[in-house]
């Protein structure tokens, strides 16, 4: 397993953008790494996952034309970057780490998977 530690979180106003990281304590070269968010009183939302190569990303319905999910394997860092923020993105952002040489043939929205978690960061979009 990796350790994960997520930053970037932080207030910012509707129609803005901000870049989340997340370090990982290893080599995540054999690594999907998803985000997913938790905002307050809800379950945990799947926002967007990469697979290993970059040649696979998924994204949530809610989230896809305004984030972008990409990696950087050789700083062992995967980057989200939000734009056009709307306050129903207010949430904890975590990473999730899931071990996948192959880089294929798992749903990559499903939480069960991910075998190591951060612990998250703080976004939160005011009106």
């Known amino acids: 397993q990796v350790q994960l530690v997520e930053s970037g979180g932080e207030l910012v106003q509707v129609g803005g953008s901000l870049r989340l990281s997340c370090v990982a304590s290893g080599r995540i070269s054999e690594y999907t790494l998803g985000w997913w968010r938790r905002a307050a009183g809800k379950e945990r939302e799947f926002v967007a996952a990469?697979?290993?190569?970059?040649?696979?990303?998924n994204y949530a319905d809610s989230v896809k034309g305004r984030f972008t999910i990409s990696r950087d394997n050789a700083k062992n860092t995967v980057f989200l970057q939000m734009d056009s923020l709307k306050p129903e993105d207010t949430a904890v952002y975590s990473c999730?780490?899931?071990?996948?040489?192959?880089?294929?043939?798992?749903?990559?929205?499903?939480?069960?998977?991910?075998?190591?978690w951060g612990r998250g960061t703080q976004v939160i979009v005011s009106s």
């Open positions: 999730g780490a899931h071990r996948n040489p192959s880089g294929e043939g798992f749903d990559n929205a499903d939480g069960q998977i991910y075998d190591s």
């Open positions: 990469i697979n290993w190569r970059g040649s696979i990303r």
